[in-house]
């Protein structure tokens, strides 16, 4: 019997179908224009995108000219590309151009779908950005696509980390720009570090397209994006309190898996003061509950977290003596990317690696608060209906699933659960075996790099050949996944989310022909090409009769979309599949989530070893326990989030400030109503209100103008005279502090002047940010505790927040005024000092706005000639020193000598 819900869809649709069904007419308006299009020439089309851009500009709406747009644009892609785009494409491109996310499956041309929105909203010429999750989908992408929009008589870019600056800033100039997430949150800091207009690479943020939206905009999210320079070295006191860790027993510390939380015992923090004090780290007499300890706790609790909640190949792996995190969700390294608070160098100290010393942050954003500065804003991926409710809630976007353009064949079996992970595995191997032996293709995901290698192993002692695809890796990933659909191959991969390349049956054209052309630069591409297609055609029809490809799945994850992103690698174009998900009782998801239940009913079947329960309830159970993991998540990103905001608004207002004191060519006004501001302060200060004459304190007034205002005037004798008030005084003062600001803006030239108070306006906001932004970290790392008071934790941030910010602005203006009294034109022996320290500060602010990291050293490359710059070649800034040295050109054989 069917339930009321059901009864009911069948009767009046889904609302995602009802949101299918409206843009139909839309899609029979773009087939109408086919023929037309058809018709031009090539040069024909790019007359069409003139017209269009005008009509644009003329004030006609995006919606209304989009039939012809999306026709155009298909015609271009069909002649560039030799894809027409399908119907279910075009739909996709419509919900993008309206700002929702296109639930597409794999293997339906996300990629072709992004170009139809890009290529109408460009039309306007404020430039479209669409985001990929790496630097090689960027350029692919970016060269790919790039043809469809030359051939509209657009302009397409890419851009990507350590880019030459010319390039980077043409790329953010063309119609349509290609970038990761991370590149595109950098440059906008760096943008608001900057203190010249034409330094600024991004334009306004019109409207982003986010591919593998899910990934970037959850997953990424809960890691806000830090430009920092580093502090005071530490590593002494890391691995001292790292020697102390290991020395814990079970007694000492609380874990608690579900929360990824460890915390002290009364036992431990006991234990921990004996040790402390006897290494000197703890002066004697003093507790670790005292004031002054707060600093050694903040560590000794860094040092608990990197030993019991972060695993060597899952959440990082060492390269070259270093600490490099690994994406839990897509598997790859994070190069660059730090933990901060202390943490990454707890983990450097308890790997015995090099401790890096700790950064203070220069700058700061979340994803969520960057990609909500776009009028609008859209995305792309496979799996996003799980998490609709936070799209909508955080960033206003409706989620709508496309219809496939050919029905999905795969046959995804029910969850099997092992008691034990050896029985488990034993399975998985089995039925590899199994399927090998009939030469279907096997795609195997597991969780970490650490399952993949003992899976690995495991193969290799059944004498089964197959690839490993993990963050060890990376450099290989398209290669070894574009080979993952031959007829018999067997790929062992961490999460699949987001990798770009699919799996094609048979193998990849693109791919082969690549290879062929790099092994044989000579050979005919077209004859080359058309060899492959028929050699592929030939695997993909013994792949199909095998039953295409078999995604195995070792293990649930936390969250059901990176589950469906895998199993969606099968069946992509309606072609035949399968997927299977091998579990066990001693699984991470089934053991700090699962139902207890769940294991009873287990134990009382007396299941034989080896023996598996499969049954539609173990799924159900499964949902439910990810649903409530995912639930708590987004609670945690919501939360993370409110605080942000706090920061946010007061970001906003900084950064806003920047850009108007970049663009005015005249700031006399506003500096000097700071040093007007200054003076009322001043007076109120040392002149109460309401107050008597005798009650003034003169000297004090005298002092604080020779000191804040440079003016050396007769403040005590103004308050000795009869008649005068604190008015009068004010009056007087600013008078005295005109002249002298004027008379000195002559001696330097009115010119000189402004552009002095420029740079040193812009200097003292900066400075005064970055001092604030450690403020509000310590800030948030304690308002938690106002809990225990029954007080809101996020108001009484927010108040304490506000509060600050005022109190920065305050003393913004007091230090601007300072710094501009004390000014005086420089001798020549001065002026050159001077430019020296500008230099050096530039290239400081450059290293620092770069999130990477040196490599160690190497051989220096063929022909390099130590005294002959000519045989260096042409390396950027950021890239490595042709010498061999493993440092930075910029600091080796590039250094700028002044």
């Known amino acids: 019997m069917l339930g009321l819900g059901t009864l009911t869809r069948k009767v009046f649709g889904t609302p995602n179908d009802r949101k299918v069904k409206s843009v139909l007419p839309l899609i029979e308006r773009i087939n109408a224009h086919e023929l037309e299009f058809e018709k031009l020439t090539d040069q024909g089309i790019k007359d069409r995108t003139e017209d269009l851009a005008k009509r644009a500009l003329g004030g006609e709406s995006l919606d209304d000219l989009l039939p012809e747009a999306f026709a155009n644009c298909r015609e271009a892609a069909?002649?560039?590309?030799?894809?027409?785009?399908?119907?279910?494409?075009?739909?996709?491109?419509?919900?993008?151009?309206?700002?929702?996310?296109?639930?597409?499956?794999?293997?339906?041309?996300?990629?072709?779908?992004?170009?139809?929105?890009?290529?109408?909203?460009?039309?306007?010429?404020?430039?479209?950005?669409?985001?990929?999750?790496?630097?090689?989908?960027?350029?692919?992408?970016?060269?790919?696509?790039?043809?469809?929009?030359?051939?509209?008589?657009?302009?397409?870019?890419a851009v990507y980390p350590g880019q030459p600056e010319i390039e980077k800033k043409a790329a953010y100039a063309a119609s349509v720009t290609y970038a990761t997430n991370n590149e595109l949150g950098f440059d906008y800091l760096r943008d608001n570090m900057k203190s010249e207009l034409s330094d600024i690479y991004q334009r306004v943020h019109n409207f982003a397209i986010v591919d593998e939206v899910d990934s970037i905009l959850i997953d990424e999210a809960r890691t806000p994006l830090i430009i920092s320079g580093p502090s005071q070295d530490r590593s002494d006191l890391y691995r001292t309190i790292d020697a102390v860790i290991p020395l814990l027993n079970e007694t000492h510390f609380k874990l608690d898996e579900k929360t990824r939380n460890v915390t002290y015992t009364d036992e431990g923090n006991e234990f921990l003061e004996n040790h402390l004090a006897g290494a000197g780290i703890l002066p004697e007499g003093q507790s670790l509950y005292d004031p002054e300890s707060t600093t050694i706790v903040h560590h000794v609790n860094q040092g608990l977290r990197a030993h019991k909640l972060f695993t060597k190949d899952k959440d990082y792996i060492v390269r070259d003596n270093e600490v490099v995190l690994i994406d839990e969700f897509t598997g790859r390294m994070m190069a660059g990317r730090r933990l901060s608070d202390g943490l990454h160098q707890a983990i450097e100290a308890k790997e015995g690696a090099d401790i890096q010393p700790e950064n203070i942050t220069l700058a700061s954003v979340t994803f969520q608060n960057y990609f909500r500065l776009y009028d609008k804003l859209s995305g792309m991926t496979g799996t996003a209906s799980t998490e609709a409710e936070e799209f909508a809630e955080i960033y206003g976007l409706g989620v709508v699933e496309m219809p496939t353009n050919r029905p999905i064949a795969r046959v995804d079996d029910h969850d099997a659960v092992y008691r034990t992970a050896r029985e488990k595995y034993a399975a998985i191997v089995e039925t590899i075996k199994v399927a090998h032996a009939t030469g279907q293709p096997i795609l195997v995901g597991t969780t970490s790099i650490e399952k993949s290698e003992f899976l690995s192993d495991l193969l290799k002692s059944a004498d089964i050949a197959h690839n490993v695809l993990n963050a060890r890796q990376h450099e290989q990933e398209a290669q070894i996944v574009g080979d993952a659909g031959k007829f018999g191959a067997v790929t062992i991969a961490t999460n699949m989310a987001g990798r770009g390349t699919d799996i094609q049956l048979g193998g990849n054209v693109d791919m082969k022909v690549m290879q062929a052309l790099e092994f044989d630069p000579e050979a005919e591409p077209e004859a080359l090409r058309k060899a492959t297609e028929a050699e592929v055609a030939g695997d993909k029809k013994r792949v199909i009769d095998a039953g295409g490809l078999f995604v195995l799945a070792t293990e649930r994850h936390e969250s059901r979309r990176i589950d469906n992103q895998l199993r969606g690698r099968s069946g992509?174009?309606?072609?035949?599949?399968?997927?299977?998900?091998?579990?066990?009782?001693?699984?991470?998801?089934?053991?700090?989530?699962?139902?207890?239940?769940?294991?009873?009913?287990?134990?009382?079947?007396?299941?034989?070893?080896?023996?598996?329960?499969?049954?539609?309830?173990?799924?159900?159970?499964?949902?439910?326990?990810?649903?409530?993991v995912e639930g708590r998540n987004f609670d945690i990103r919501k939360q993370l989030l409110k605080f942000d905001d706090v920061m946010n608004d007061q970001r906003k207002v900084i950064f806003g400030q920047r850009r108007e004191i970049m663009e005015s060519k005249d700031l006399r006004e506003i500096t000097d109503d700071m040093r007007h501001q200054v003076i009322d302060d001043l007076v109120a200060q040392f002149i109460p209100?309401?107050?008597?004459?005798?009650?003034?304190?003169?000297?004090?007034?005298?002092?604080?103008?020779?000191?804040?205002?440079?003016?050396?005037?007769?403040?005590?004798?103004?308050?000795?005279?009869?008649?005068?008030?604190?008015?009068?005084?004010?009056?007087?003062l600013v008078k005295a502090s005109d002249e002298f600001m004027a008379a000195k803006a002559a001696q330097f030239g009115l010119e000189n002047m402004r552009q002095i108070e420029k740079q040193l306006l812009l200097q003292t906001i900066d400075a005064k940010w970055r001092e604030h932004l450690l403020t509000l970290e310590h800030l948030r790392s304690v308002v938690g505790f106002r809990g225990y008071a029954q007080r809101d934790p996020l108001n009484e941030y927010k108040t304490e927040g506000f509060q600050l910010f005022e109190s920065m602005l305050d003393s913004l203006r007091e230090d601007v005024t300072q710094k501009l009294a004390?000014?005086?034109?420089?001798?020549?022996?001065?002026?050159?000092?001077?430019?020296?320290?500008?230099?050096?500060?530039?290239?400081?602010?450059?290293?620092?706005?770069?999130?990477?990291?040196?490599a160690p050293a190497e051989n220096p490359a063929t022909g390099f000639v130590e005294d002959d710059p000519q045989t260096w070649g042409n390396p950027g800034r950021n890239d490595l020193c042709p010498c061999g040295s493993g440092r930075k050109f910029k600091h080796c054989h590039g250094e700028v000598k002044v």
């Open 689 to 732: 209100a309401k107050t008597y004459a005798d009650q003034w304190n003169g000297e004090g007034l005298y002092v604080a103008a020779i000191e804040n205002l440079g003016i050396d005037v007769p403040v005590i004798a103004w308050t000795d005279e009869d008649g005068v008030d604190a008015e009068v005084i004010t009056e007087r």
């Open 572 to 628: 992509r174009q309606g072609d035949p599949g399968k997927s299977s998900f091998y579990l066990s009782l001693e699984d991470d998801l089934m053991r700090i989530f699962g139902s207890d239940r769940l294991e009873s009913v287990l134990s009382k079947l007396g299941m034989k070893e080896g023996e598996a329960i499969i049954h539609p309830w173990v799924n159900k159970s499964l949902e439910k326990a990810q649903a409530k």
């Open 822 to 854: 004390q000014i005086r034109p420089l001798s020549q022996e001065e002026q050159q000092a001077m430019l020296a320290r500008m230099t050096a500060q530039r290239e400081a602010t450059a290293e620092a706005a770069e999130p990477e990291h040196e």
């Open 78 to 157: 069909r002649r560039a590309l030799g894809l027409r785009a399908f119907d279910v494409q075009l739909m996709g491109g419509i919900f993008l151009h309206q700002g929702n996310i296109a639930e597409m499956k794999t293997g339906e041309g996300k990629t072709l779908v992004a170009t139809f929105p890009a290529y109408l909203n460009a039309l306007t010429g404020k430039g479209v950005h669409i985001v990929t999750v790496n630097d090689y989908l960027v350029r692919r992408d970016a060269d790919w696509m790039g043809k469809v929009f030359n051939a509209l008589g657009l302009t397409c870019g």
